[in-house]
């Protein structure tokens, strides 16, 4: 559910590019037919400058539990598109992330964030091509509704302070159904291209290029925006349990010995969507055999020889937005759990230990914390024990990173044998990458990683198309203890 969180918020001013509206304009979310929030646009000229402010709130259940998200961008530009300054601010479950960028003389962006209530200050080039809002808005005008045009564009992501590349094709006008009645519009088809993950979505625009509808499939759900009015909008939010799609069903129970030896797990697609896509590591092959997809996961054994994997780079070992390891509080929250341990091994070992004794209230209404946070308020589930875990390895000089992925459990919001969406920990142990799972009694051969990150969660979109439309076929022993490797 944190994939699907994240996406809507980094996607929001993306989404509304066709949005150019003369006054408000209102959008009611639904995701599967369930109306679940909305979202409001308002441009404004003044002072020669370009305002548009895209806020967007909606509402999601986790196994009987609410979890809101709220995210505001405000866009400034001249009035040709050109950028001059921006603002986000996201908030999942009451945990904000915050962003401010100035243009400078340069051309150069001065950026402000707040993680965690940790700051940051750094100089950013901004990406070649990318465009704001009243950018975007500028070039769908420039390229017109003419049926069969394609064109493409770059979308900056303010979260993530890169831009995404957005390629568009003119399709047919006709007849769209809306709240407040059947309108003409224009339908255009986009391929948003997220890394790792190109998304396809539908929209429909007026002859003012104003945003009537969107469709957008994501993780197994298809995600609806409708124009309408404010009241409309606001309406009251229906319940949508977004577990049903998120959980994996393994065909029979695996057993402890399995989990603990090895699997060799089939999987499929469950649509006709594009390919599923699964990471390589030490511990996880991936071999592709037309539709199917064959998973050989097993744990390192201590006397493991050295990985195939990239060995880690320097930003794996340092601090960032999302794992603040020079924090103060972080780094003597490490020493204190490493105690006298000599080898990186041990270290992680006992750090796994102590940060699943240090998160004693596990529940399911954190969104997505920061280290930092999870630090000073200790609770949360996987996520929070992952990103701690984390950080607290990077305050020991430890390279570390963060897996998303899913994990075999017997039992899980009223499913039996099921993979559930869950994060980890990999470390640089011994030239490999070693998983410790803080969240579980510890990593075995039912998690599957989809893929992995430095905890910033708006650079995980690798492998998230397959989250939700996975089918496993057939989940059996690992016979052939032979090392994990990409040749299997």
Request: hydrophobic share 40%; aromatic share 6%.
């Amino acid at each position: 559910m944190r994939k699907l969180l994240i996406l809507l918020a980094l996607l929001a001013p993306g989404l509304t590019a066709f949005a150019a509206p003369v006054k408000d304009t209102w959008l009611s979310v639904l995701l599967d037919g369930r109306k679940i929030g909305n979202m409001h646009v308002e441009r404004v000229v003044r002072d020669n400058r370009v305002v548009t402010v895209q806020t967007m709130n909606v509402e999601l259940d986790r196994a009987g539990i609410k979890v809101p998200l709220g995210t505001s961008e405000t866009d400034t530009e001249t009035l040709a598109g050109e950028p001059l300054a921006f603002s986000s601010r996201t908030s999942i479950s009451g945990i904000a992330s915050v962003v401010h960028g100035t243009r400078r003389p340069d051309g150069k962006f001065d950026v402000t964030s707040e993680v965690g209530g940790a700051k940051s200050n750094r100089v950013v080039e901004w990406p070649h091509n990318a465009l704001l809002a009243e950018g975007l808005r500028l070039a769908e005008q420039r390229n017109g509704l003419i049926a069969g045009t394609k064109f493409t564009e770059w979308a900056f992501q303010v979260d993530s302070l890169d831009a995404v590349e957005i390629q568009s094709t003119i399709g047919k006008r006709e007849p769209v159904e809306l709240p407040d009645g059947t309108q003409l519009a224009t339908q255009i088809e986009q391929i948003i291209h997220l890394p790792g993950s190109p998304t396809k979505s539908v929209v429909w625009v007026d002859a003012g290029l104003n945003l009537k509808k969107l469709t957008l499939p994501m993780m197994g759900y298809e995600l609806t925006m409708l124009a309408c009015s404010q009241t409309c909008a606001q309406a009251p939010n229906q319940s949508a349990d977004i577990l049903s799609h998120a959980l994996a069903h393994a065909p029979a129970a695996v057993s402890a010995d399995a989990l603990e030896h090895g699997l060799v797990i089939s999987v499929s697609a469950n649509d006709d969507g594009t390919a599923l896509q699964f990471v390589q590591t030490d511990e996880q092959s991936v071999a592709t055999h037309g539709n199917t997809v064959t998973l050989r996961i097993a744990p390192l054994s201590p006397n493991a020889k050295p990985g195939r994997e990239t060995p880690p780079q320097a930003a794996d070992s340092q601090a960032n937005d999302w794992l603040q390891s020079n924090a103060p509080v972080i780094r003597k929250l490490a020493e204190k759990a490493a105690g006298k341990a000599q080898t990186s091994a041990v270290q992680m070992h006992d750090l796994q230990e102590f940060v699943r004794r240090y998160i004693q209230n596990k529940n399911l209404s954190i969104g997505y914390a920061s280290a930092l946070e999870v630090a000073n308020k200790p609770e949360g589930d996987c996520t929070e024990h992952a990103v701690l875990l984390a950080a607290l390895g990077r305050a020991l000089g430890i390279p570390t990173r963060v897996v998303y992925g899913l994990a075999y459990t017997d039992h899980y919001a009223g499913g039996d044998h099921v993979f559930v969406p869950h994060a980890w920990t990999q470390a640089w142990v011994n030239g490999r990458w070693q998983s410790f799972d803080a969240a579980l009694p510890g990593f075995d051969a039912g998690h599957i990683a989809l893929s992995y990150g430095d905890g910033d969660p708006w650079r995980f979109f690798a492998g998230m198309d397959t989250l939700g439309r996975m089918r496993i076929d057939s989940v059996e022993p690992m016979h052939d203890q032979s090392p994990i490797s990409a040749t299997h």
